[in-house]
């Protein structure tokens, strides 16, 4: 609505922004940092499990992931976080960062520890898997950030988001 849009005036351009309320966490200068420290949370969590338990079926979490991505669409297309107005959803998407952070890491540890341990993996591999999964679980984190980076300076910005005459969703 309306009564939630505030129109701010920079030197060089008008912006109109829709926040949650006037909450500490509605703020996005306090929410990105504590959305990326429950990912965190999860990576550690679920990277520290191999030593109690072990997923062999890696496969499942990266279904897991689909529907994880498929959840995230969702949200974004129906943009509940920014109708809400409010900060329960904000929680709940930190405890689904948590989620996120455990598939990524459970899957990551997991699979660092079937090119070590399997069976099947003839010895003179070993290495080279381990190598490779390091690489590319690094090109990843490299093509992510380079993701995010475009996306911010373009569709994610605050003017492409936020346009001087836009409206709140």
């Known amino acids: 609505p309306a009564s939630h849009r505030r129109t701010i005036k920079h030197p060089t351009q008008i ?8 909450s500490w966490l509605a703020n996005s200068d306090n929410n990105n940092p504590l959305l990326w420290a429950m990912y965190n949370v999860g990576v550690t969590f679920s990277r520290a499990s191999v030593s109690c338990f072990r997923i062999r079926r890696v496969w499942l979490l990266t279904l897991l992931q689909a529907a994880n991505c498929a959840a995230w669409a969702l949200l974004a297309f129906t943009q509940w976080l920014a109708r809400a107005h409010a900060d329960a959803p904000l929680y709940a998407a930190a405890a689904h960062m948590v989620f ?22 003839p010895e003179r591999y070993r290495e080279l898997g381990i190598n490779v ?3 590319f679980s690094n090109l990843g984190i490299i093509a992510a950030t380079g993701f995010v980076v475009l996306l911010k300076a373009t569709v994610l910005s605050k003017g492409a988001l936020f346009p001087p005459d836009g409206e709140c969703p």
């Open 15 to 22: 912006v109109t922004e829709c926040p949650a309320d006037a």
């Open 133 to 135: 999964g390091f690489l």
């Open 100 to 121: 996120v952070g455990f598939m990524g890491g459970a899957c990551y540890a997991n699979c660092m520890y079937l090119f070590n341990t399997k069976p099947d993996i």
